[in-house]
């Protein structure tokens, strides 16, 4: 399959929500990416079921929910009501990461795995045939606008390698950093969804930077 974009909400226009969604929508991206931060997780805070909701009232595409939030089994039929399709939580944040799973695909949604930069593919081993996705981060978890970890690029073939060997359909996301400059590498590598927040946003053109991202 070709790699598919998924611009995050987090770096859109708030004053002006309504016109960054629709922008997406009529544009080449495939999903939306959210981020929902709790401040304990992530040193940042960023927005709740309100706005995940007005999101899926407008948005004409998959809403893909990264949580980076503490105890997010607390939470998981309340994001699927509020539109998530795939729902990703994060390995250091989950002690029972196989009954978070299991929660996560009872409620019908596709079923994700993030891990930090200092996370090391091997940790995925039990769980790669179980998941939908792995959110690969290549900046540390809290703030946009972040400078690229070049480790990432040997991590997304370790974990290449680990899905074929464990015959998982997981695909692999990257989420940080990813910009013009080395949207090729990574797909090089095997990426499969590119998650673009600032270099979209801080485009002149966004749809147009999508369409960049979306070909290479």
């Not at 304990?40 to 999101?55: D, T, Y």
């Not at 795939?86 to 799973?101: F, K």
């Not at 091997?122 to 970890?149: T, W, Y």
Request: aromatic share 6%; hydrophobic share 45%.
């Amino acid at each position: 399959m070709s790699h598919l974009v998924a611009p995050s909400v987090l770096s859109a226009n708030f004053a002006n929500l309504e016109a960054d969604i629709e922008m997406i929508n009529a544009s080449e991206a495939d999903w939306f990416h959210v981020d929902i931060m709790d401040g304990v997780f992530v040193p940042n805070i960023s927005f709740g079921f309100p706005v995940l909701k007005a999101l899926q009232k407008l948005a004409k595409k998959p809403l893909d929910v990264h949580l980076m939030i503490v105890e997010p089994d607390k939470f998981t039929q309340a994001f699927k009501d509020a539109g998530a399709q795939t729902l990703t939580v994060h390995l250091e944040a989950c002690p029972h990461l196989h009954r978070s799973i299991q929660n996560i695909k009872q409620s019908g949604m596709k079923a994700g795995v993030a891990i930090n930069p200092h996370t090391p593919v091997h940790l995925l081993e039990d769980i790669i045939a179980d998941i939908d996705l792995v959110c690969m981060m290549s900046v540390n978890p809290g703030f946009g606008g972040q400078k690229f970890i070049e480790n990432t690029y040997d991590k997304i073939i370790k974990l290449k390698k680990l899905i074929v060997q464990k015959s998982s359909k997981a695909l692999i996301e990257i989420d940080g950093g990813v910009d013009l400059t080395n949207y090729k590498k990574l797909i090089e590598c095997g990426a499969d969804v590119l998650v673009a927040g600032n270099t979209v946003f801080s485009s002149p053109v966004p749809s147009k930077t999508i369409s960049q991202l979306k070909h290479h």
